[in-house]
């Protein structure tokens, strides 16, 4: 099938130089240091990277910027906070309004309230000064992506790309959201949540948390092999938890959409995600087919003779087997990004306003070794 003849869905191509989030490019500014990752004697902290205040400054000129107000989490829930976010990007434009709540009702839910501030620019001031790859601005040598907790705000230059300028995603979702969320008494997470209802009929909804490239997409849009079990999904990465007043914790998924890894998913691994994004997505770094499909490896999709490929650098491409293996069709973090409400398993409460009731968090981490790529533990 290929995906050809996708409905609505739009194919983009990046720069080759702008192709992931940058952790390393990516700081959160605090007065102190200890505000912000615990201080290394040996190196550079892995768990995130401070910039004081006074060495931090950044400056946008040049390009028409877009406004765009939007709501993590289903508008008007308690659990839900508002951001804005300016931007010279349509591509964000789109992407924002797939993956996140965007747009008037989101102003009118403001009013007078507090919101995040986010500020974003692919770094291109115009007149241009080189031409552009794949027609994607971008300043690769001058990425940087901050976080100023104590002002609420975000500030990311130079990068198009995925979690670096989708500000509602890790940048408010998890580093801001985690910061207010200490302030405020909650959660804010990386992880899964999914319904699982047995086959007596009883449901209970899970959290559960894994390294990236665990399967937790996999897992959240899973099809049971046992008769009797159903799953059903409310959000595949970031959960917002708060204890309600029965004492019952209580989470909400604050994203609108999927932002998943394309390589590796195909009707064997996630049916699910494959039917969710046959329409009204936006694929970025695939590979795209003569007959106005996509295609990536792993998709296990058998490549007609009749079609012919055009790879993610926009350059005709051909399988090659044996000894030389070649470049891939689609970038190894090629994403689709598409709708939830898409998903044929989407839990019926996904955008329940109070949230659903967790009834238990898994756990789970890679092994050193062996055919297994995690391994967890349940809390309840």
């Known amino acids: ?59 946008f000129k040049c390009r028409t910027m877009y406004v765009i107000p939007f709501s993590m989490g289903p508008i008007g829930s308690s659990l839900a906070k508002i951001g804005i976010q300016l931007t ?24 007078e309230g507090e919101f995040v501030k986010c500020l974003h620019s692919v770094g291109c001031p115009l007149p241009l000064k080189k031409p552009l790859v794949n027609n994607w601005p971008c ?18 230059f130079g990068s198009g790309y995925g979690g670096n300028s989708l500000l509602g995603k890790k940048c408010f979702a998890l580093r801001i959201a985690s910061r207010i969320a200490k302030e405020e008494g909650w959660l804010a997470e990386h992880m899964l949540i999914l319904g699982i209802t047995n ?38 990465d970031i959960a917002w938890m ?41 694929f970025t770094n695939v590979a795209e087919t003569s007959d106005g499909g996509v295609y990536w490896e792993g998709m296990d999709e058998c490549l007609t003779p009749e079609i012919t490929l055009t790879s993610w650098k926009n350059k005709d491409w051909t399988p090659v087997f044996f000894i030389f293996p070649g470049e891939p069709a689609a970038h190894p973090n ?11 398993i989407i839990d019926p409460e996904w955008e329940s306003s109070e949230g659903v009731p967790i009834e238990g968090i898994i756990f789970g981490g890679r092994r050193p070794a062996g055919n297994y790529p995690y391994c967890f533990h349940v809390s309840s």
């Open 242 to 282: 708060k204890f309600d007043g029965q004492g019952n914790l209580r989470a909400i998924n604050p994203e609108n959409g999927f932002f998943g890894v394309a390589p590796g998913t195909s009707v064997k691994t996630n049916p699910n995600a494959m039917e969710t994004i046959s329409k009204n997505t936006i």
């Open 334 to 344: 090629s994403r689709f990004c598409t709708p939830a409400s898409q998903c044929p």
């Open 139 to 156: 300043n690769p040598e001058l990425t940087l992506i901050a976080h100023i907790p104590d002002r609420r705000e975000i500030i990311s």
């Open 1 to 59: 099938m290929l995906f050809s003849h996708l409905f609505f869905s739009w194919l983009a191509r990046t720069d080759p130089r702008d192709v992931a989030r940058i952790e390393s490019k990516t700081v959160i500014v605090t007065q102190e240091q200890r505000d912000t990752v615990p201080v290394s004697k040996s190196g550079v902290s892995q768990l995130g990277r401070w910039m004081s205040e006074d060495d931090f400054e950044k400056s």
């Open 199 to 236: 086959p007596e009929g009883k449901k209970k909804y899970f959290a559960a948390a894994f390294p990236s490239a665990c399967g937790k997409t996999n897992l959240a849009m899973m099809r049971p092999s046992v008769p009797g079990w159903k799953i059903e999904c409310v959000g595949d």
């Open 88 to 111: 010279d990007s349509p591509y964000v434009v789109a992407s924002m309004r797939i993956m996140t709540r965007m747009g008037t009702a989101v102003l009118e839910a403001l009013r």
